[in-house]
């Protein structure tokens, strides 16, 4: 595969070797008993763009294999052996030191053999049990350094045989066992040895490399979540290979990266599926002509409506670098022809896995650039006012470490940050952790624990906005090939996500003439007037999507230049429950009127409460847009008090918008304001919820 490449080692880079093409390989992992499953097993590096250049994996694992195994064979170990050994047989000793200089000549299989003709040659060699065992395990042997590491440890009833020998084949097996995921198994074993480790070991970086893990595993092995998974059905993977799913808010579109083989040449593409009427899903067909194309396009994030696409392309011709990121829009029913997102955001490294935030506004993706804190780090950009985006930002070294992040996902309520790390504490490989985000800062990345995160590599998740279910791609190996494929699982109820989200729609239209409207929609914190979702309606439809917190306080403002906004006020409105909100927005016309909602005032009060801002910052920007406008702000209030006073209230409270106005430089001629009283009521004052429709703020067109 040869979009997400994420093994690309560091030494890689100093080898000079080109990173443009790539190409794919299956990491081995399976599903982990009894729940045997791996988040997304799929590995992949790019490498030379042309055929007379093309370096594969294989070629490069092969390339640098001998400096690899050198450097796991020589920190396997606990202790180093002197020229006393657990024998006295000269021609085995001379058998495991001609080993041992093999091992240095990175002549592996040769070295191999001479630690078995040791063995052979003296079965109680403990030592040689222990470096065998150790070179199979950087072989990936798991199975035979097992088998070998247990002939030497029957052989530690022998005479010979010290606590250091006992302590060093305890260290293989911890380190066995914690490959293959026995975590009982390894922390029962380091226990039995870790009184027995000299003090000089117990500063070693190794050691406390090991005991981190042995504590970490402790706290989480009695805290195994239920979990069963479940293949997404046909017509869904029916290709060779499909990873790296995303879903619209509304869980009916489904997008994935498609490839029909595993060869260099097997190109990838985007690929989508509908939800149909009676619940299963459409046949994939490609997302469009102009997305996919003769080079490789994936790995792709959409906004929570499905109007906003980033993919990862590699080897395009206006690419910046090795596989660089794109973006279309949809407009009008139709993805707009994509561009190359530029040097502010691209680099001449490789940039892939985008994850926009749920409104596009905010896009996280993971990069190998210069300027990080190691391998693959995560970095964001920010889609600006006029549409441009910022210049990528790494995201610091709260989520980011020395070794590799990758896959960001960040969730619906633009609050929690999913991503993959072998570079925080987690049980082997390659994790996934969240970090939620509290008054604007990243906290403490936190493992998602057991099975979600096993010892293999789990690359990658998405979770649907109602917190149901939680998507990933799986490898699976046979005779007949590799095959990834969609999965699923319910997500665990005890990781907490926040508070709920309501994602429903609605239309757009001109109250004139009934024609859509591609107005802009903002959710807004009343609170601290800070935006929460931003979204735009279809220009050729009318039609819109929109995420509610539930427990929000919040205000919803349609916006179109030209025409009169509409402003609602979320919670008493309720329009969250709404399932298709038609809303109608006015050409600007004089003589034509709007509620000014969310303007708020204490009881029998005129100062502005801070809530109103955001309708206030709003009404700034409505006349800045629009120059030639002059309007007459009405207040408005119940028939509670007196006729004369309600008339005097309502005007100082008009008034107070109009000083707002001007001390944000509208000119004061431009803003006339009058008191109604309660002269004008919306409704009838019978109820205190009425009166409260009736206690409010008019402006007219003039």
Not at 60 to 87: A, D, K, N
Request: with cysteine; hydrophobic share 35%.
């Amino acid at each position: 595969m040869r979009i997400f490449t994420f093994l690309l080692i560091q030494a890689f880079v100093s080898l000079k070797i080109p990173a443009q093409n790539c190409c794919y390989r299956p990491s081995g992992a399976r599903l982990n008993a009894p729940f045997q499953r791996s988040l997304i097993t799929l590995k992949i590096v790019h490498f030379g763009k042309y055929p007379y250049k093309l370096i594969n994996l294989w070629t490069f694992l092969e390339f640098m294999r001998p400096v690899l195994l050198l450097i796991c064979f020589l920190l396997l170990g606990y202790s180093t052996y002197s020229q006393s050994y657990s024998i006295i047989d000269g021609r085995a000793i001379r058998f495991f030191t001609e080993a041992e200089q093999l091992v240095k000549e990175r002549r592996y299989e040769e070295a191999e053999e001479k630690y078995r003709d040791a063995i052979k040659r003296e079965g109680s060699f403990l030592e040689a049990y222990v470096k065998l065992s150790q070179l199979l395990i950087t072989q990936g042997n798991l199975q035979e350094a097992e088998s070998v590491a247990g002939l030497g440890k029957n052989r530690l009833s022998g005479k010979n045989a010290t606590t250091k020998h006992a302590v060093d084949i305890g260290w293989v097996f911890s380190n066995i066992y914690l490959k293959t995921g026995k975590f009982d198994q390894a922390l029962s074993q380091f226990k039995e040895i870790d009184p027995l480790f000299e003090d000089s070991f117990r500063t070693n970086m190794y050691y406390k490399e090991m005991k981190a893990q042995m504590d970490f595993l402790e706290q989480h092995l009695g805290n195994v979540k239920d979990i069963q998974r479940e293949q997404l059905e046909e017509p869904l993977n029916q290709y060779q290979l499909q990873y790296f799913p995303v879903m619209t808010a509304d869980g009916v579109q489904i997008l994935f990266t498609k490839r029909d083989g595993t060869g260099n040449f097997d190109e990838e593409d985007i690929y989508t599926s509908y939800v149909t009427t009676s619940g299963g899903w459409s046949p994939p067909e490609s997302i469009a002509s102009t997305i996919n194309s003769a080079y490789n396009e994936g790995t792709c994030t959409v906004t929570a409506d499905g109007n906003i696409l980033i993919y990862t392309s590699c080897d395009a011709p206006d690419s910046e670098g090795s596989c660089d990121l794109y973006v279309s829009y949809r407009e009008n029913g139709r993805w707009s022809r994509p561009k190359n997102m530029g040097k502010e955001v691209n680099s001449r490294s490789w940039d892939s896995q985008p994850s926009l935030s749920a409104d596009g506004r905010i896009l996280f993706f993971s990069s190998n650039r210069r300027g990080g804190f190691g391998g693959n780090d995560i970095w964001y950009t920010v889609r600006m006012s006029d549409g441009s985006w910022s210049e990528a930002k790494n995201l610091g070294n709260v989520v980011n470490t020395s070794k590799d992040e990758i896959s960001p996902f960040m969730f619906f309520n633009n609050e929690i940050l999913f991503f993959s790390s072998d570079g925080h504490q987690g049980f082997g490989g390659k994790d996934i952790f969240l970090s939620r985000v509290e008054e604007g800062e990243f906290q403490e990345p936190e493992n998602l624990g057991l099975p979600i995160n096993d010892h293999q590599d789990q690359v990658a998740l998405f979770i649907t906005a109602q917190k149901d279910y939680a998507y990933y791609s799986e490898m699976s190996s046979s005779p007949e090939g590799d095959r990834s494929l969609l999965y699923r699982f319910p997500f665990p109820e005890e990781i907490y996500l926040g508070d709920n989200l309501i994602v429903t729609g609605g239309k757009v239209l001109n109250s004139k003439t009934g024609e859509p409207v591609d107005a802009t929609l903002s959710l807004v914190a009343l609170t601290n007037d800070s935006t929460l979702y931003e979204f735009k309606a279809d220009g050729k439809t009318g039609d819109f999507m929109m995420l509610y917190p539930e427990k929000s306080i919040s205000g919803l403002y349609v916006e179109k230049k030209g025409f009169l906004p509409k402003i609602y006020n979320v919670e008493r409105d309720s329009i969250q429950n709404v399932e298709d909100l038609k809303v109608e927005l006015t050409p600007i016309a004089a003589g034509e009127e709007f509620v000014f909602e969310n303007v708020f005032f204490d009881f029998d009060k005129y100062e502005l409460k801070p809530e109103s801002m955001s309708s206030l910052t709003r009404l700034v920007k409505f006349l800045e847009e629009n120059p030639n406008v002059n309007i007459m702000i009405s207040g408005h209030t119940d028939n509670v008090g007196s006729a004369g006073y309600n008339k005097a209230l309502s005007l100082q409270r008009a008034k107070s918008v109009q000083a707002y106005l001007v001390s944000h430089g509208i000119h004061e001629a431009r803003v006339a304001t009058e008191g109604k009283g309660d002269t004008n009521p919306m409704v009838p004052n019978n109820s205190p919820q009425n009166q409260a429709l009736n206690r409010r703020i008019t402006i007219r067109v003039l």
